[in-house]
């Protein structure tokens, strides 16, 4: 298992500190480059020239640092907004306890460990679901077979945008609406239509959850 180093970042705008993880080893090679690069200064002060390409290949390594770190930076704001647009709508129509919440949080992380969806896409994808649902339990059922079909659909390059358009359309399915998906190729027999239409919202989900993954 590769060791990890923890940098502390504030927000721009925010008074939290968030704390942004990276491989110890890549950034152990970074750091090494920059040394050899003062080391080959300090040998090569006998031209002018070199000395100046030295200190800007340096800059621009330290320049390359803080893009990548200035990206964690963003992607951390744009899930903070995710995550407080979720614990919103969850609140709104859920009356949803910050256990909740967070229990939902801690589904779209470990569902990011196992595939390809970035739980910052899954946040926004679940608050729109959210609108349809009243049991978090019910979005914990159907999180991540949503995530196989964004997969599915979108592959990699899944937007926030695009996932919340399949998240409305789970949702749709979830009042009933399976012409929602059947035009995607997914197949309702009459009993599940008939669930969907008027089991238990912990019913529907689970049918809906069985429909999704058996196509």
């Known amino acids: 298992m590769s060791s990890e180093v923890t940098f502390k970042i504030k927000i721009e705008g925010s008074s939290e500190v968030k704390n942004v993880t990276v491989d110890a080893v890549e950034l152990s090679k970074a750091f090494t480059a920059?040394?050899?690069?003062?080391?080959?200064?300090?040998?090569?002060?006998?031209?002018?020239?070199?000395?100046?390409?030295?200190?800007?290949?340096?800059?621009?390594?330290?320049?390359?640092?803080?893009?990548?770190?200035?990206?964690?930076?963003?992607?951390?704001?744009?899930?903070?907004?995710?995550?407080?647009?979720?614990?919103?709508?969850?609140?709104?129509?859920?009356?949803?306890?910050?256990?909740?919440?967070?229990?939902?949080?801690?589904?779209?992380?470990?569902?990011q460990k196992i595939g390809i969806v970035g739980d910052e896409v899954q946040l926004a994808a679940a608050q729109e679901l959210a609108t349809y649902l009243e049991l978090s339990d019910s979005l914990k059922t159907i999180i991540p077979v949503m995530n196989d079909m964004i997969a599915q659909q979108l592959g990699l390059g899944a937007s926030a945008e695009s996932a919340t358009q399949i998240a409305s359309m789970l949702g749709k399915v979830m009042n009933g609406q399976t012409e929602a998906l059947s035009r995607y190729g997914y197949k309702f027999d009459d009993a599940q239509k008939q669930i969907l239409q008027f089991g238990t919202e912990s019913e529907r989900a689970a049918v809906l959850a069985q429909v999704v993954s058996d196509a």
């Open 34 to 111: 920059v040394q050899t690069e003062v080391k080959n200064l300090n040998s090569q002060m006998v031209s002018l020239a070199s000395t100046i390409n030295v200190l800007e290949s340096v800059s621009n390594m330290i320049g390359d640092m803080r893009k990548a770190l200035t990206s964690l930076s963003d992607a951390y704001s744009q899930q903070e907004v995710a995550e407080a647009r979720l614990a919103q709508a969850m609140r709104n129509t859920m009356g949803a306890s910050d256990e909740e919440i967070q229990s939902i949080k801690d589904l779209a992380a470990e569902q």
